[in-house]
């Protein structure tokens, strides 16, 4: 792919390491290319991650994440985002691996994962741990990744009710990341409902995004303390940008105990038509 100095798509993401001092160890990065010099068709490729690990190791983790799952996809010349997906998940994941064998200080070192690649206007997207992918479309926001947590396991189980997880002693135990001795499958359901099978919600890849449609991609930071409604309300009358900063502000209000980084990716929509809400800019 060739890349490109402006996106075709709105682009807001900010990034805040929270209120208690702990270093940010969130990383993120939203790139933008032309498929080759004989196809102009546009290509967004969005990744946040988030680290795992003490001595600083977490934003080591993160930054592999992000910068060499980046890199791959700025070379990528087969077409094929779910296959790529499948690859790169898994050196990603060795590479930080074999770091972390070869320091002690980076022993048990890792990093969640959520990225959206948006060819056009079709959405494919990857995921492992509990960085969250949201799709908002008109007054209805819908979480499209699976959190790979203990807690989700036990509500899918029916161990736990929705209403005790934030309480939960293994709320924020994760069980796929990158960086484990083995490799993770990437997870590239997409639930457009949350009652989707899983093989509906794969089937889903390849999804055509409308106008005025925005993918939010976010670090459990934010998740932990604003709920999916107020997400969407964030974004009532407002650009991306300023969406991004209320978000963010909203966790932070309530205790910002974790890092929080949003990405939000906006669909060009014709602005003598209803707005979907947001403003452009």
Not at 84 to 96: D, G, N
Not at 197 to 214: E, F, I, R, Y
Request: with cysteine; glycine share 8%.
């Amino acid at each position: 792919m060739i890349r490109s100095n402006r996106a075709h798509l709105f682009v807001a993401a900010q990034t805040h390491p929270g209120q208690t001092g702990k270093n940010n160890e969130d990383n993120f990065a939203v790139s933008a290319y032309t498929l080759s010099q004989y196809n102009p068709m546009p290509v967004v490729f969005a990744v946040v991650s988030d680290g795992i690990g003490g001595h600083r190791a977490g934003e080591v983790a993160s930054a592999i994440v992000v910068n060499r799952l980046s890199e791959m996809v700025g070379q990528n010349t087969s077409g094929n985002p779910l296959a790529l997906f499948q690859e790169s998940f898994y050196r990603v994941s060795e590479e930080i691996f074999i770091q972390a064998q070869q320091d002690a200080t980076r022993k048990g070192m890792g990093s969640t994962v959520s990225c959206a690649w948006v060819i056009g206007d079709v959405l494919y997207i990857a995921y492992a741990g509990d960085s969250r992918m949201y799709l908002i479309r008109s007054s209805h926001i819908q979480q499209v990744s699976r959190d790979h947590t203990w807690v989700q396991e036990a509500i899918e189980k029916g161990v736990l009710s929705h209403s005790q997880i934030k309480t939960h002693p293994n709320l924020h135990v994760i069980r796929r990341y990158l960086g484990s001795e083995t490799p993770p499958e990437p997870d590239m359901r997409l639930f457009l409902s949350p009652n989707d099978s899983d093989s509906k919600a794969k089937a889903n890849q390849g999804l055509l995004l409308q106008p005025g449609d925005v993918l939010l991609l976010c670090t459990d930071g934010l998740t932990d303390l604003v709920t999916d409604q107020e997400i969407l309300l964030s974004l009532k009358g407002r650009t991306l940008n300023q969406a991004a900063l209320e978000m963010i502000d909203l966790a932070n209000q309530r205790g910002g105990h974790d890092n929080i980084t949003t990405i939000l990716l906006g669909m060009p929509y014709d602005p003598r038509q209803a707005s979907p809400g947001w403003i452009m800019g």
